[in-house]
């Protein structure tokens, strides 16, 4: 099945640095999503990307559907404390035949720690 | 606009007995997914739901869990009987339409623990 991968798995950072991660398939997706989880909570939508080479802001985040379809990045400017948390990427799966079926493909999240 | 909401917050409980986990998705939404999380597996979907109807039920793990959507607005996941390797957190999550491409919004989660 499709697959996503994240890196890095882990970041520690200093509070007012800047922050980059990235999500690659083998496979081609037509919308990548970006996710947060603070502890103790649920995933939350940062941003939704739907066309190929498009560049989206979200305050600080700025995510970036990569031209071949098959990558995506998420940057974050000068974190805070509050940055810190589990980033996911995800997009829907599709079958053999290209078809998304409803399901999302998730990555294994990259763990963002912001010390002050 | 209220969220998901999922209840109970946190349940344990002895191995053997039988857990209920509900959920209540967004008011207007048509797509509703289980999903389990585990520090070795990630985020894993259990199944979804299309108009109240089960779609996928291939990541169900064992005939021990199942799930029931009786209206728009409610469904539970219910395990029986649970055992200690079914702790885990367990989100509950919604999507407006049955478009993959829109995205789907979580709930809060219920953390459930089987000693």
């Known amino acids: 099945g499709q697959q996503l991968n994240q890196s890095p798995q882990s970041m520690f950072i200093q509070e007012g640095e800047d922050v980059s991660m990235n999500c690659t398939s083998s496979s081609i997706f037509n919308t990548w999503l970006w996710y947060k989880q603070d502890p103790g909570e649920g995933p939350v939508l940062l941003i939704a990307l739907y066309k190929a080479g498009e560049l989206t802001s979200n305050g600080r985040l700025t995510a970036q559907f990569g031209i071949t379809r098959k990558d995506s990045f998420l940057n974050i400017s000068a974190s805070i404390p509050s940055d810190v948390g589990i980033y996911f990427c995800a997009g829907p799966s599709a079958n053999a035949g290209g078809t998304s079926y409803g399901k999302l493909t998730f990555g294994q999240g990259t763990i963002l720690t912001v010390h002050p | 606009d209220a969220g998901v909401i999922q209840s109970p917050r946190h349940e344990v409980t002895e191995m053997g007995q039988e857990v209920t986990l509900r959920c209540k998705p967004i008011s207007g939404h048509n797509s509703l997914f289980w999903y389990r999380q585990t520090m070795m597996r990630g985020l894993e979907l259990l199944i979804y739901?299309?108009?109240?109807?089960?779609?996928?039920d291939s990541g169900m793990p064992e005939d021990r869990f199942s799930a029931k959507m009786p209206n728009a607005s409610f469904s539970t996941l219910k395990i029986q009987p649970s055992e200690p390797r079914d702790s885990a957190v367990y989100f509950c999550?919604?999507?407006?339409?049955?478009?993959?491409?829109?995205?789907?919004?979580f709930g809060d989660g219920t953390r459930l623990s089987i000693l």
């Open positions: 999550a919604s999507r407006r339409t049955a478009n993959s491409n829109q995205p789907q919004h």
């Open positions: 739901f299309n108009n109240n109807v089960p779609i996928d």
